[in-house]
């Protein structure tokens, strides 16, 4: 199916956006579901993010069933998670390294990963950062691109591609940033195997949870693993106007390591 965006006309997504005319083109075959615009204020920013309209229907898509039947696999990643915005938000907001680019020899590229529709990653561009945008979907990584784009991103400073956790990129990164990645425990292991080969000694890893039970093992898994783990309290509101909390864990290598 084409492209086709239009823009939501949600209250949980704000105002009415810009015409389809102003967006970048996508390219041919960019996705086979109909879509839309969704227009997020995030902190003091506006973020447009086109995604699948009805992200139920790709459960009856035949490549989305071959992955479920290879890996247990199911597409979240057209939903826009509230652990997501927050971290947008944190990462648009704060000074400090992160998010300013390090010095000292690191290297000073960012990925995102489980990016989805890239949010989380888009924020880091905006601040600056080199991001290659990753996700077990190879769609959803074409759609994190396509909405780097969309927000003013250059599109010399940002790689979207097709990741597996199991099987990362033989690169380092000053900063790894994950959001709502933690939902099943099982995935735990799988996501500190990445970040242990993603990430810079001195680099940082972001990762936001919106607080639910199967994330409170987390740090302790992370310690085992010898990262240094901190803690930091996430506060907004959800699409509903909902107090929205989440937890931002920070990982780091000892100092020496």
Known sequence: MPLNPEFSDS????AAGAPAAALPPGPPGFSRFPTVIHRL???SRTIDLLSPRDPD????DPKIEERYKAD?????WPIIWPAGILLAEKILRDQG???EAPGGGLPSAAIELGCGLGLAGIGAALRGWPVTFTDYDPEAAEFARYNARLNGVAPGSIRAMQMDWRRPLLERFAWVIASDVLYERRLH???LDAVENLLARGGQAW?????RTSAEDFPMAAAARGFRVSTVALDGTSPLQAPQPATLYVLTWPVGK
Request: aromatic share 8%; hydrophobic share 40%; net charge negative.
């Open 207 to 211: 990762v936001s949870d919106p607080n």
């Open 72 to 76: 247990n696999y199911l597409p979240y």
């Open 189 to 191: 292991a799988l996501l």
């Open 41 to 43: 204020a995030v902190g």
């Open 97 to 99: 390294s992160p998010p």
């Open 11 to 14: 209250a949980r997504d704000g």
């Open 57 to 60: 229907a790709l459960l009856d």
